[in-house]
């Protein structure tokens, strides 16, 4: 076998509570974000299609794990709902959801998959945001009981526990860019959002090891490595700065348990850091992680800006640097996005090389494409371009571990096909095929090829 991996690696694929569970405002659950948004502004949804046209896990869930173990995944990546569990955000449980739960860890484990729940997806309760969200640490010391109580609930049986899944996303989409709710643009707002993220993380770990449960508590970042255009300094200047807003500002917090002091003084330079209280360094210091889960899908790509910044525009990141469009670059043309398998093997040696070569993982890489039904053939979606995505990626991720990489497995996004946000369904990215009409699964044949690859442990 050409490309062997370790012995216990990781399989699997990972998902999320709001984009799988349906049953978005019944059985106890209260409204998220996304619930509220799609309520004023459905058309800000492909086709109209919101958070309550999921993949129906909550009524399907044992069929679902059952095609995990078909897959042969000895691991799956979901998250709790937060809305669901507590729907006032703090205060009662929802009993309901307790044993929804309880059903499906259960279930899992006894189908031989173990269980990494992430405690939060994007899906802040719509309770919490309407006292602001994560820029009130209101809202941060509800997080942390949120996340004690689901510990107590079910730590005995979960060993693998994520405080937040790309907490960078909320952060660029709600306060940014406007791509989610609350559809902010103010970049000290959004820094105030994502070091209270941090903070909240840091309260969550401190909790999780106060217990003392015998497992492991990470974070899962999306990481984009900034590649400059050339190695002027420019450039390099650039993308530099680049990396220090989309990587470095949660990833040093997370593996070194302090921001990087370059980010700190760009940010007091222009007016921009968020408010500090006594206490939050050595709160930071404690949060640092036993487990990364690492979110590769493209690199960044960056050059030196042309021309000058508008002096009344909204201070943004892009002050500092422009996107590089690099000729001849290989292309997704479903999702928009560059596809770069380099880039897994160069996040890992940077791990490696510049933070202690941490514990981690890969817990999602995917290729999203759109009207999927042309490559169906006698029944069975034939995305020979995923198996090529995947293998291609887990060639580099084999030359990362033979260096000596910590890299512990590979989960792939996603499972089945699934409700993506605003995007909704119009790019597939599962092993698995869903029938909208019907809730019809069934496996395509990058889910055969992956169920080889587990239980070979490697491929050809």
């Known amino acids: ?143 942390a009981k949120y996340a004690d ?85 420019a450039d390099l200047k650039a993308a530099n700065i680049a990396d220090l807003m989309f990587n470095r500002s949660f990833l040093d917090p997370a593996l070194r348990g302090e921001y990087p002091q370059e980010l700190v003084d760009l940010l007091k330079k222009h007016d921009q850091l968020p408010a500090c209280q006594p206490g939050d360094k050595a709160l930071l210091q404690q949060g640092v992680v036993d487990l990364l889960g690492i979110n590769y899908y493209q690199p960044r790509r960056i050059q030196c800006r042309d021309s000058m910044v508008n002096p009344e525009s909204p201070f943004m990141p892009e002050w500092f640097f422009d996107n590089y469009v690099m000729p001849g670059r290989k292309m997704n043309p479903h999702r928009g996005w560059e596809i770069y398998e380099q880039g897994i093997y160069d996040i890992l040696t940077n791990l490696r090389e510049n933070y202690g070569n941490p514990r981690c993982f890969i817990s999602e890489n995917g290729m999203g494409v759109e009207h999927e039904l042309r490559f169906e053939k006698d029944g069975r979606i034939d995305d020979d371009y995923r198996i090529e995505f995947v293998s291609g990626h887990l060639k580099w991720l084999h030359r990362a571990l033979q260096e000596g990489s910590g890299c512990l497995g590979y989960h792939m996004w996603t499972f089945i096909d699934c409700w993506s946000w605003m995007n909704a369904y119009k790019n597939r990215y599962g092993f698995i095929q869903l029938d909208l009409e019907t809730q019809k699964r069934t496996v395509k044949k990058s889910g055969e090829w992956f169920a080889a690859v587990s239980e070979n442990n490697g491929f050809d």
């Open 149 to 233: 109580t689901c510990f107590e609930l079910f730590g005995d049986r979960v060993k693998h526990w994520f405080t937040f899944n790309e907490p960078v996303v909320p952060v660029e989409g709600g306060y940014l860019y406007d791509f989610h709710y609350p559809n902010v643009v103010d970049f000290r707002r959004a820094a105030t959002v994502a070091y209270h993220t941090m903070l909240a993380h840091s309260l969550a770990v401190k909790a999780y090891r106060a217990r003392n449960p015998g497992g492991e508590i990470g974070i899962i970042l999306n990481l984009t490595p900034s590649y400059p255009r050339s190695q002027n300094p």
């Open 1 to 143: 076998m050409k490309y062997a991996f370790p012995k216990e690696f990781w399989w699997g694929s990972a998902s999320s509570a709001p984009q799988t569970e349906g049953e978005t405002l019944s059985h106890g659950k209260s409204a998220t974000v996304w619930d509220h948004w799609y309520s004023q502004q459905p058309t800000r949804f492909h086709n109209d299609v919101g958070p309550q046209d999921t993949s129906t896990f909550y009524k399907n869930w044992r069929e679902d794990i059952a095609l995990l173990k078909q897959l042969n995944h000895n691991t799956f990546r979901t998250s709790i709902s937060w809305a669901r569990l507590i729907p006032n955000g703090r205060g009662e449980v929802n009993q309901e959801a307790v044993t929804f739960y309880n059903q499906v860890i259960d279930e899992m484990l006894a189908q031989g998959v173990q269980p990494f729940i992430n405690l939060f997806h994007f899906d802040m309760p719509m309770a919490m945001q309407e006292i602001g969200g994560w820029e009130n640490r209101d809202v941060v010391q509800a997080y």
